[in-house]
């Protein structure tokens, strides 16, 4: 068996453990992916989130979180450190909330995945790929583990600033499924999924949206992986600018994006895809070309009522929006290829 290969997917099976890459090289270099992660948290941090953010904590207690993250990319037993360590990935962060916990994660991720792009020999596309998935579903599980243990507590909002509504994983009381990584289980559920599921639990008319890249075949087999997960980080953080605070933002493999908008119907759903689609037009640009997006929606519970039935509700929104070249449902077909969304 190629050692490269690795399995992944929604619902399938977690990616394997890569335990050739270079671990302990990485290892080496936790205070400063430490440091990149604390930059990154206060990147996307508004100003008065930045203020309360423990620091000096994190800058004791840092290292040993992103040491344990990256010597999960090598083996199992790794990752169960990293999920004993859950807890601090949200203390460490600042945050008071389950949307506070998956962005500490994902920062994390940012942190740990610089360090492996300059670990990482030029042209080990296929080590990058399965380190790719792998760090995605450390990064996951160790957030759903955090938000299992509830290592998050409310925190009144400023005076000036109004308190966030309730994010898509529901109020502080209700406890979310620990991850099938944590409990043995051979499936994973991927976080946004599980978010999805607190979401339609809490009632409540919402949107999904995928934003899938154009060409994402085209750009993997014709870019090489560094190239290619550069531009992909610039679309994630243009993405994220793009939505509103209380909007769930998930990253999956293969240029995928999901968005979960609480509060939205079809005419708000549209208005957040037309942003996200320029945003990702103006976020990153390959041979000198803008990447684009085609965008599918679906609102609960028009579209569905299931996580089931709304994923595959946006799904089909993309592969109609690709095969209609329109923008919405019902326009005329456009002219030229640009970012699309259908419904």
Known sequence: MNPHMHERGIGGRAPRAVPYAPIDALIARADAVAKRWLIELLDGAPLTVA??????DLAA??????????????????????????????RLAGATDAAGVVASAEALRRAVWAAVLEEVPRGEDALLAALADRLA????????????A???????????????PATAFGDEDAEPPLPRAATGEPDFVPLWMAALERQISAGGRFGLLLVELDGIERLRSSETAETLAGALERVGRGVRRSIRREDVLA????????????????TGASALARRIAQAVEGAAQLRGA???????????????????????EAEQSVLTARAAGVRFAGDSPEPALGPRLVR
Do not use: K, N, Y
């Open 51 to 56: 203020a309360e953010m423990p620091v000096a």
């Open 61 to 90: 207690d840092g290292p040993a979180v992103c040491a344990a993250a990256m010597e999960a990319l090598g083996s199992e037993r790794g990752l169960q450190g990293a999920l004993r360590q859950a807890p601090d990935l949200g």
């Open 137 to 148: 579903h450390v990064c996951t599980a160790t957030a759903q583990a955090a938000i299992a």
């Open 150 to 164: 509830r290592g998050a507590r409310p925190r009144p909002a400023p005076a000036e600033v109004a308190a966030p």
């Open 251 to 266: 990253h999956e493999t293969d240029g995928r994006l999901w968005v979960i908008a609480p509060g939205v119907g079809r």
């Open 290 to 312: 803008p990447l684009t997006a085609s965008i599918g929606a679906a609102l609960f519970p028009d579209d569905g009522r299931d996580p089931e039935a709304l994923a595959g």
